[in-house]
């Protein structure tokens, strides 16, 4: 699948390595976050920012916001997370940890320009 078209103020030039695409999965070693992305996704290498105890990572992905919602549906729970307050443009996810849940803000109203924001400490 070609790249997706980006946000070129987040992304700049996605000719070169300034972003990864992924094909696969989102486990940055943690295990927790371990889901599967859209096909054709990108997110700069310099990624995050966001507020105390939490980062926002943006993405870009081939299709539109409904096939981004529905594809994110369908791994995050296959991973095992429960998914709450299902919008057109988005939802939160909560994943269970030892003393609490992980969560999540699934943001998507472009494909060009979407977000999952972290949650840092584990949530009662």
Do not use: K
Not at 90 to 95: A, E, L, R, T, V
């Amino acid at each position: 699948m070609p790249a997706p078209s980006c946000d070129a103020a987040t992304f700049g030039d996605t000719s070169n390595d300034a972003w990864i695409i992924y094909q696969d999965n989102n486990d940055h070693g943690s295990g927790y976050e371990h889901f599967l992305l859209p096909p054709a996704t990108l997110y700069p290498v310099h990624y995050g920012g966001g507020t105390a105890g939490s980062t926002y990572f943006p993405f870009c992905s081939a299709g539109t916001p409904a096939t981004i919602i529905a594809f994110l549906q369908t791994s995050m729970t296959a991973a095992g997370w429960t998914l709450s307050g299902v919008t057109a443009s988005g939802f939160s996810g909560q994943y269970p940890i030892t003393g609490g849940h992980r969560g999540v803000s699934v943001q998507v109203t472009s494909s060009q320009l979407w977000y999952i924001r972290v949650f840092h400490a584990p949530l009662p």
